[in-house]
């Protein structure tokens, strides 16, 4: 992948993924959405709460390095090599929610990151080391990469993923 050609651009494909993705739940019922099915990896509520807790995650490394603190990535207590346990706080600090609540929170969160993102400079999103959070590791990916990789990228494999389990779930 090249990239975007602008911030505009690429804000524009990420709105476009995540209501992609998030509309898959329109037809997934309450008491189903803790339900593991066939061979999909996560439940639907899973599923939800890992784009929330990415999302949270970019915008706290910016948040914390634009206040001066030590960034922490991927997150205080977690490692690279350890994500799966990352993963099931994310599970955990959204399992009390209902599965409409949870798209909800999705929508709204994606807004916040949208006006985030729309916030910096272009130049600020496609140079590398324009933020030290993400040059934090051996890539020095540009600020667009991590977006990238951290919502348009999962929000389409998800939705495959929500997918495959709607049809299974359908089926079985």
Same mark, same amino acid.
């Given at each position: 992948?090249?990239?975007?050609?602008?911030?505009?651009?690429?804000?524009?494909?990420?709105?476009?993924?995540?209501?992609?993705?998030?509309?898959?739940?329109?037809?997934?019922?309450?008491?189903?959405?803790?339900? *593991?099915?066939?061979d999909v990896d996560r439940t639907p509520?899973?599923?939800?709460?890992?784009?929330?807790?990415?999302?949270?995650?970019?915008?706290?490394?910016?948040?914390?390095?634009?206040?001066?603190?030590?960034?922490?990535?991927?997150?205080?207590?977690?490692?690279?090599?350890?994500?799966?346990?990352?993963?099931?706080?994310?599970?955990?600090?959204?399992?009390?929610?209902? *599965?409409?609540?949870?798209?909800?929170?999705?929508?709204?969160?994606?807004?916040?990151?949208?006006?985030?993102?729309?916030?910096?400079?272009?130049?600020?999103?496609?140079? +590398?080391?324009?933020?030290?959070?993400?040059?934090?590791t051996p890539s020095n990916w540009p600020?667009?990469?991590?977006?990238?990789?951290?919502?348009?990228? +999962?929000?389409?494999?998800?939705?495959?993923?929500?997918?495959?389990?709607?049809?299974?779930?359908?089926?079985?």
């Open positions: 992948m090249q990239g975007y050609e602008s911030k505009k651009a690429l804000i524009a494909e990420i709105e476009k993924t995540a209501a992609l993705f998030i509309n898959e739940f329109t037809d997934v019922k309450e008491e189903e959405k803790d339900k *593991l099915t066939g509520a899973q599923m939800i709460a890992y784009q929330l807790g990415w999302l949270d995650l970019i915008m706290g490394w910016d948040r914390d390095e634009a206040e001066g603190k030590q960034v922490v990535t991927p997150c205080e207590g977690y490692k690279w090599n350890n994500l799966g346990a990352l993963y099931q706080s994310f599970y955990d600090r959204f399992s009390s929610y209902s *599965l409409g609540q949870l798209q909800d929170l999705f929508k709204e969160k994606i807004a916040a990151f949208v006006q985030w993102l729309d916030s910096f400079k272009e130049e600020d999103i496609f140079t +590398p080391g324009s933020r030290k959070w993400a040059s934090s600020v667009w990469k991590w977006v990238h990789i951290n919502s348009v990228a +999962p929000f389409k494999s998800f939705r495959s993923k929500i997918r495959k389990w709607k049809k299974l779930n359908a089926n079985g």
